[in-house]
Nanobody, 121 residues
Framework: VQLQASGGGLVQPGGSLRLSCAASGFTLNAYTNAWFRQAPGKEREWVSFIQTTGNTYYEPSVQGRFTISRDNPKNMLYLQMDNLKPEDTAVYYC????????????????WGQGTLVTVSS
């Protein structure tokens, strides 16, 4: 049972990246799934989550710029990030929830290894 995140990299401000998270050993859409990020010297914070119903939620600073989605046949989770800003620089993690407080990292029991996103000119 694991999650494996990929797709990070260096991008200029205003650019785009798509993060991917491959799930194995369990069915991704049977759980709420999320993306979190952690910038240097800061706590891990939620970015977005998608519920089993397909409903999606976003942290206000990324609303309108990021899109979370899931490909159920492929058992994959994605985060499309557009109009990236330097303050989006962080390690991004995908996660699987086990309880209902979806904006809290403590509600997640399985984490991917993280992928670094750097937004800089």
């Amino acid at each position: 049972v694991q999650l494996q995140a990929s797709g990070g990299g260096l991008v200029q401000p205003g650019g785009s990246l798509r993060l991917s998270c491959a799930a194995s050993g369990f069915t991704l859409n049977a759980y709420t799934n999320a993306w979190f990020r952690q910038a240097p010297g800061k706590e891990r914070e939620w970015v977005s989550f998608i519920q089993t119903t397909g409903n999606t939620y976003y942290e206000p600073s990324v609303q309108g710029r990021f899109t979370i989605s899931r490909d159920n046949p492929k058992n994959m989770l994605y985060l499309q990030m557009d109009n990236l800003k330097p303050e989006d620089t962080a390690v991004y993690y995908c996660a699987r929830s086990y309880s209902g407080k979806y904006i809290s990292a403590q509600s997640y029991d399985l984490w991917g290894q993280g992928t670094l996103v750097t937004v800089s000119s």
